[in-house]
């Protein structure tokens, strides 16, 4: 169980330093199905892992890849609704939880295929930054929504937000890698705070999963800086459909 989690961590990292989200998405059924973690306990240790290893990746774009303000935003803005989406999570049949969850790979996996500009989004100005005054909204809502599936389905939401960031507000895909991992640490902390009533992990695997998931987050993340985006996102794609068709076929079985 222990290689098991140490070689699934590092596939995890590695998403996360290259393309700023995915590791999050592949982390629950990795748990579940490869590790052998029943859901209730997968979900909280997810949370670990991602907030961790995004907290390492994020460190080689401390100073020139992240909007600050715009992490905190989106990212306090989902602390509410992770409690809501933790208490729905707590109503819900596992197999419900894992259809769902396949549902939002498919959608990611499909728009990841899609070409996408890496500025001029409706938020974007001409020079370059944010226009505030009609982006908070949006910046908001992402949040909202990104925030509660946090909750949910323990997700740090990275595989949602570079998306968001690029599409909904314009910025720089340099720039957005580094602020969806910030806004995944604060989304991943306030996601495990409103599991802590009711917690329980396996200690040995979570250690084990999150060393591995933080030192290949932080190579990957030297890494990534070099690769094309294009193939990077393709390539992740097609691992998000082929885990998706695997989690739909176990929740049918199962």
């Known amino acids: 169980m222990i290689v098991t989690a140490l070689i699934l961590g590092l596939i995890v990292g590695a998403l996360l330093g290259l393309v700023g989200g995915g ?5 629950v059924p990795a748990l579940v199905y490869g590790v052998g973690l029943p859901l209730s306990e997968a979900i909280p240790t997810s949370l670990i892992v991602v907030g961790a290893a995004s907290a390492v990746a994020v460190l080689p ?5 992240v909007n600050w303000r715009l992490a905190v935003i989106v990212g306090a803005a989902g602390v509410a609704t992770a409690y809501l989406g933790t208490m729905v999570n707590r109503m819900l049949d ?10 939002i790979m498919i959608i990611a996996g499909v728009r990841m295929f899609l070409p996408t500009k890496s500025t001029g989004g409706p938020c974007a100005l001409p020079g370059g930054g944010v226009n505030w005054r009609s982006c908070l909204p949006r910046a908001l809502a992402t949040g909202a929504v990104v925030g ?3 909750g949910l389905l323990g997700v740090g939401g990275g595989f949602l937000i570079v ?12 720039v957005t890698v580094g602020t969806s991992l910030v806004i995944i640490v604060i989304n991943s902390v306030a996601g495990f705070a409103a599991h802590l009533g009711d917690v329980q992990l396996d200690w040995a695997v979570t250690v084990a999963f999150s060393a591995a998931a933080m030192g290949a987050s932080l190579v990957a993340g030297r890494l990534g800086r070099g690769l094309s985006d294009t193939a990077l996102k393709r390539g992740f794609a097609l691992l998000v459909l082929a885990v998706a068709a695997y989690v739909v076929a176990q929740a049918l079985i199962g």
Do not use: D
């Open 23 to 27: 590791g999050s998405i592949l982390a």
């Open 163 to 174: 998306p968001a960031l690029t599409l909904v507000l314009g910025l720089p895909m340099g």
């Open 148 to 150: 509660f599936l946090t």
């Open 61 to 65: 774009r401390l100073r020139r890849g």
């Open 94 to 103: 596992q197999r419900v939880l894992l259809g769902a969850f396949a549902v």
